[in-house]
């Protein structure tokens, strides 16, 4: 089957980093995004990982462990701006087309 | 601002009627992919079309259908409708491959 975990909230002040996870099982993999939503708007895409290691853009990094099935976002430096729900996202490699299998995204708070 | 293009941004109709929604994807995507998140499920692939073709179904239910027309602009049919299909459907292109997904502002649909 396929799965993709991610916690459900979190909170954070201004100013901090936040360190958002990502645990997935699918039949095969071909990528992992990570989107951020506003409220009511359209997701973004932040970031793409296929290999292991840590991919860095400015103040948002993704980090990719395909042997455990895991990934994490890092945010630094946050901002208010910074709360959205953040969206995890695998490119199952055995399914045809290029679609993504979403998460159901983490919340998250950022207060001054 | 994306550069994918939907409408109408909101939709409210009643139980049993029919609607169609529309899709302009980025200037040089080939691929359109609908997605509809409900507060519950999150986001959930419905179907993909590249270049006019259909490449991959998700949970799509037999009452809603799509199609990609030679202007690669695409349309997302939805028939017999039920109070729950009252959703945000989203609409996003890419080029294919592993390329990110770019996601409109979404239509919000509402049954009543």
């Known amino acids: 089957g396929q799965n993709i975990d991610q916690p459900t909230e979190m909170t954070a002040t201004e100013g901090a980093i936040v360190q958002i996870n990502c645990t997935y099982q699918t039949s095969g993999f071909n990528g992992l995004f990570w989107y951020q939503q506003h409220a009511g708007e359209a997701p973004t895409f932040l970031s793409y990982n296929v290999l292991d290691g840590l991919e860095e853009k400015g103040r948002f990094s993704s980090f990719l462990s395909r042997s455990k099935g895991y990934s994490y976002l890092l945010l630094k430096e946050l901002q208010m701006k910074d709360s959205a729900s953040y969206l995890c996202?695998?490119?199952?490699?055995?399914?045809?087309?290029?679609?993504?299998?979403f998460g159901k995204g983490t919340t998250l708070s950022v207060s001054s | 601002d994306s550069g994918v293009t939907q409408t109408p941004k909101h939709l409210i109709t009643a139980t049993g009627q029919r609607v169609t929604l529309r899709c302009s994807p980025r200037s040089g995507d080939l691929s359109v992919y609908w997605y509809q998140q409900s507060l519950d499920q999150g986001l959930q692939f419905l179907i993909q079309y590249y270049n006019g073709e259909e490449r991959a179904k998700g949970n799509i239910l037999e009452r809603f259908s799509a199609q990609q027309f030679p202007d690669l602009h695409s349309e997302l049919n939805l028939s017999s409708l039920e109070l729950g299909d009252s959703a945000l459907y989203f609409c996003a292109s890419s080029t294919g491959g592993n390329q990110p997904q770019h996601f409109g502002d979404g239509t919000r649909l509402s049954i009543l």
């Open positions: 996202a695998v490119r199952d490699g055995d399914q045809a087309g290029t679609a993504l299998i």
